[in-house]
């Protein structure tokens, strides 16, 4: 048959289009395409007798959902707990990174997550965009990934900080962890050198805490703190003017893709939702008092809020409960939300916390779900990403996941993913890691055994598959999160 299709089957499954618990739905996948061909609701008479055709996939007794969206994440980034950010940016070798990557990209698949919208690779410039290519090109599992290289950021705002500039052989160089432009012309060819470099999603900061070497804190250039500092050492403030964030936007309209703006207070976000930004991500500071002017402007330019709540909780204790009120506000007025952790602050695997907070903070679940896929695939440009995700319908990518409990009544559900699909393709099935995972070559079918000569085909292993690591480490919910965050286990 064409395509070679088969069907899988649930009892209970999600659709984040009808916000709503569905029952007994079925799913025809195209296996060549990886695309959904069909869907179809069975009448439920007679469900014992329910024949599963051959490679047919039966998730009756699960909680049927989309695969998951990430929409702000980092994958050449792990806990900031285990090994601070500029440790990590500035020390570690880009094999090692790489190589990290290549683990965080397969614990985000095991968790459920099929679409990662990857912010920034943090000093390893374009590479984001080459791991992209080699999950593309099935050399390695992971996750669907929209890359956006390197964020621009103007000139000193974002970058690995040194006091050290006057040794006899010149500064210390560090590696750049930005895309340093200035200006309207500035900027228009930095969001090109970002299209040139293969993004598919533009982000550029904003604002950022700029000021830090006025009154550095101990840790980032010296381990001796500054004696008498002011109340507000160094306040995230605006990076760009106005015209400049509108010359950003109206050049990535050009190229057709999204644009992210980072904002840790609500007065750069404020300009971003003008310029018209695709997304906003962080928010976790309101100096200025105008949450609810900036609240009106989002719905305005229809900017969705990406709030990183899992970095907060992990990263910012502080702002972390006036964040998830402001969350809860934006819900209340309509503000499309987003769920996107800031994933590799904290530990790739655990993504779903965000999506536990935004429930915590009053949201329902099945708002949670929808700010989880569809409106993912949204902060990835919706049709401009070039894929249809997140939901069920005829065309869209067969990315499928299975709970074992129903996340309406166990809050901790959503750690509880026992099935992955991505592309027809499975990876994960009854808790178990596909043996796919690992891809290793195997011996040309034509060999005649009895033959003794060795053909070229067994000596030139130039075409075989990679053989990959067969232990992923991956991490686990509870105390290795750290002080900052309540127990979960
Ligand atoms: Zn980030």
Redesign the pocket.
């Known amino acids: 048959m064409p395509g070679n299709p088969f069907t899988l089957h649930s009892s209970v499954l999600f659709d984040p289009k009808k916000k709503a618990f569905v029952k007994n739905v079925s799913i025809k996948i195209d296996r060549e395409s990886g695309a959904i061909v069909d869907v179809f609701t069975r009448d439920g008479d007679g469900e014992d007798s329910l024949v599963l055709a051959d490679g047919d996939i039966d998730l009756r007794g699960k909680v049927v959902l989309p695969g998951f969206v990430d929409s702000?994440t980092?994958v050449f980034l792990y806990s900031y707990k285990e090994r601070p950010a500029g440790e990590q940016m500035r020390d570690e070798s880009a094999v090692e990174r790489i190589v990290r990557a290549t683990n965080h990209v397969r614990a985000a698949l095991l968790a459920g997550y099929t679409t990662y919208r990857d912010?920034?690779t943090e000093a390893l410039g374009a590479a984001d965009a080459n791991l992209r290519d080699c999950i593309n090109r099935g050399l390695t599992p992971g996750p669907r990934l929209f890359v956006a290289t390197d964020a621009l950021a103007s000139s000193g705002s974002y970058e690995l900080r040194r006091e050290n500039k006057l040794g006899p052989g010149g500064p210390l160089i560090v590696p750049i962890a930005s895309d340093v432009a200035d200006g309207v012309d500035g900027v228009r060819a930095a969001v090109r050198r970002r299209i040139g470099d293969g993004a598919d999603v533009l982000k550029f900061y904003a604002d950022y805490r700029r000021k830090v070497m006025r009154f550095p804190p101990p840790g980032t250039t010296s381990s001796r703190a500054i004696r008498f500092p002011p109340a507000r050492p160094n306040p995230a403030v605006p990076n760009y003017t106005q015209r400049e964030m509108n010359a950003i936007v109206e050049e990535a309209k050009l190229a057709e893709i999204p644009v992210a703006a980072h904002a840790g207070e609500t007065r750069a976000a404020l300009m971003a939702a003008r310029a018209g930004v695709t997304t906003i991500?962080h928010i976790f500071e309101d100096t200025d008092q105008i949450l609810d002017q900036l609240f009106k402007e989002m719905k305005v330019s229809g900017s969705i809020w990406v709030p990183t709540l899992a970095t907060a909780e992990d990263l910012a204790a502080p702002m972390f409960q006036a964040a998830k009120v402001a969350v809860k506000k934006a819900y209340d007025a309509g503000v499309r939300l987003a769920a996107g952790g800031?994933t590799g602050t904290f530990d790739h695997g655990l993504n779903v916390r965000e999506m536990e907070i935004m429930v915590d903070a009053g949201i329902p679940i099945e708002d949670v779900l929808e700010a989880g896929t569809v409106a993912g695939w949204e902060a990835c440009g919706g049709d401009q990403s070039g894929f249809r995700f997140g939901w069920f319908e005829k065309g869209n990518r067969a990315d499928v996941i299975a709970l074992d409990t129903d996340p309406r009544r166990d809050r901790k559900a959503l750690r509880k993913v026992s099935f992955v699909m991505k592309d027809g393709q499975v990876w994960k099935r009854d808790g178990v890691a596909a043996a796919s995972m690992i891809t290793a070559p195997t011996w040309p079918s034509s060999e005649d055994e009895s033959d003794d000569s060795v053909s070229d085909e067994w000596t030139d292993l130039s075409g075989a598959k990679p053989r990959m690591a067969m232990s992923v480490p991956l991490p686990v919910y509870g105390g290795a999160r750290g002080s900052g965050a309540k127990t979960w286990s």
């Open positions: 702000h980092h912010l920034g991500e800031d």
